[in-house]
């Protein structure tokens, strides 16, 4: 049963264009909403994460924006750079007593120069 | 400084065949976590240790999975009978402190072990 629903599956976007990811929820228990990036042969680092509080959380190049009410959040790269090409995850933690990461099936991103 | 470390970086093992994975953290991380990852999926979370105490080990598929961490550092994951479906990259993290324990939960990841099942 999948619980974080990641769309899209890939992603193609030119040197300086913007890179959107989306992730949708269902449990409403969820209370932490990381984002993480991989290189293949890598573990997964974390990029920026999210608590459900707050509706927009910005680093850098990269932009967490949060619907509660729609349970649904994605992940802004601006100005996207052919370095960031690499597959990149949404996750969301269980619950309060839980420190179990959930995670999305993966965005492929691929910034052509 | 130096991250987490998993050993060995490949293991290949015949089915039915017993086999242990080794996770090194960060120095001074209290919380430790094991993932399992399949081609083209996400990391999907196996259990994870506050110190020496599993504290879920909600996404241990059966009980041929095991995992320990004695003395609150090192941990090992022991799987039992190994079929062709546990092949896969087994991901450790660690972080400072847990999220239930009042820390950030910055998880970092080593590098995996491909464990393949023949």
């Known amino acids: 049963q999948q619980q974080v629903k990641q769309s899209p599956q890939s992603l193609i976007v030119q040197k300086g264009g913007i890179s959107i990811i989306n992730c949708a929820y269902e449990?409403?228990?969820?209370?932490?909403f990381p984002w993480y990036q991989q290189f293949p042969g890598k573990g997964p680092a974390l990029l920026i994460a999210?608590?459900?509080?707050?509706s927009e959380k910005k680093e850098g190049r990269f932009t967490i924006s949060f619907n509660k009410s729609a349970k649904q959040f994605s992940l802004h790269i601006m100005d996207s750079q052919p370095g960031d090409s690499a597959t990149y995850f949404c996750a969301a933690r269980e619950g309060y007593n839980t420190d179990k990461l959930i995670f999305g099936t993966g965005t492929r991103l691929q910034v052509f120069p | 400084g130096a991250g987490v470390s998993q050993t060995p970086s490949n293991k290949v093992t015949e089915k039915g065949k017993y086999v242990e994975l080794r996770c090194d953290p960060i120095?001074?991380?209290?919380?430790l976590y094991w993932y399992r990852q399949s081609l083209g999926q996400g990391p999907e979370f196996l259990i994870y240790?506050?110190?020496?105490?599993?504290?879920?080990d909600s996404g241990l598929p059966n009980d041929r999975f095991f995992a320990v961490r004695p003395e609150g550092s090192v941990s090992t994951l022991k799987i039992q009978r190994t079929e062709r479906g546990d092949s896969a990259v087994y991901l450790c993290a660690s972080s400072l402190n847990s999220l239930v324990a009042g820390g950030e939960n910055e998880q970092f990841f080593g590098p995996g072990t491909r464990l393949t099942v023949l």
């Open positions: 449990n409403t228990a969820f209370d932490y």
């Open positions: 120095s001074g991380h209290t919380a």
């Open positions: 999210i608590r459900p509080d707050v």
């Open positions: 240790f506050q110190g020496t105490g599993a504290a879920d």
